[in-house]
């Protein structure tokens, strides 16, 4: 069976102190990755995608950058926080060899608070 | 652009019968899900359309009306774990497989 991994699961960093976050997947084979990020009382924000191994799209412009080292490793960083950047992270994979439909399944999150 | 409507929230008694609806304008349609998503924690899948109709699943109905821009999510015999949010999500035509979300509808089962 699939899972997938997210850490830190909680996070209290300072305004312009770095970030880096991790998701891993268990399971399959080259999944397409995603970052979400949601606000508190908000719908969820496609931050960023991979369908492959070092290949990387953002959907928003924004502080933050993410980098696929490995076929199951997304990583989401920020070289200085801003306190917009609050909020729950999800990870999300989908496809691979064991893709159901095109549905995506979620991390448990990284909830940051910037201070 | 995308733009995604469902009501912000919803009140229903233990028992009854909720109909969350949600509308769509994308660009482009390649399905529409259905998502769960408790306070705190991550969404867990529902149901999935990608034809016109309705797709039944336990207590859980979907309903897809592609002409019409128009989705329903059913929940039957309501229980007081079913109060949580309910995401709606398009995937539009393109790459990656990606999925543009409603701001969700938070439901609330009251005895």
């Known amino acids: 069976s699939q899972t997938i991994h997210q850490w830190p699961a909680t996070l209290v960093q300072p305004v312009g102190s770095p970030l880096s976050l991790e998701c891993t997947v268990e399971?399959?084979?080259?999944?397409?990755l995603y970052w979400y990020r949601q606000a508190a009382g908000r719908g969820l924000q496609l931050l960023f995608y991979s369908v492959g191994i070092g290949q990387i799209s953002s959907e928003v412009p924004q502080n933050l950058s993410a980098s696929r080292p490995q076929d199951r490793q997304f990583i989401l960083s920020s070289k200085k926080l801003l306190l917009s950047d609050s909020g729950f992270y999800l990870c999300?994979?989908?496809?691979?060899?064991?893709?159901?439909?095109?549905?995506?399944?979620f991390g448990p999150g990284t909830r940051l608070t910037v201070l | 652009g995308q733009n995604i409507d469902q009501p912000t929230e919803m009140t229903a008694t233990e028992g009854a019968i909720v109909q969350i609806n949600c509308t769509y304008q994308?660009?482009?349609?390649?399905?529409l899900f259905w998502y769960q998503q408790h306070a705190g924690e991550a969404p867990t899948f529902l149901s999935y359309?990608?034809?016109?109709g309705l797709e039944e699943k336990g207590r859980f109905s979907s309903f897809l009306s592609r002409s019409k821009g128009y989705s329903y999510l059913l929940l039957k015999e309501l229980q007081m774990k079913d109060s949580a949010s309910y995401l709606c999500?398009?995937?539009?035509?393109?790459?990656?497989?990606?999925?543009?979300f409603g701001t969700g509808t938070q439901l609330k089962v009251e005895l």
């Open positions: 399971g399959t084979s080259n999944p397409n």
């Open positions: 359309n990608v034809l016109d």
């Open positions: 999300a994979w989908s496809g691979g060899e064991a893709g159901i439909y095109n549905e995506q399944f």
């Open positions: 999500a398009v995937t539009p035509t393109g790459g990656g497989n990606k999925l543009t």
């Open positions: 994308t660009s482009g349609f390649n399905g």
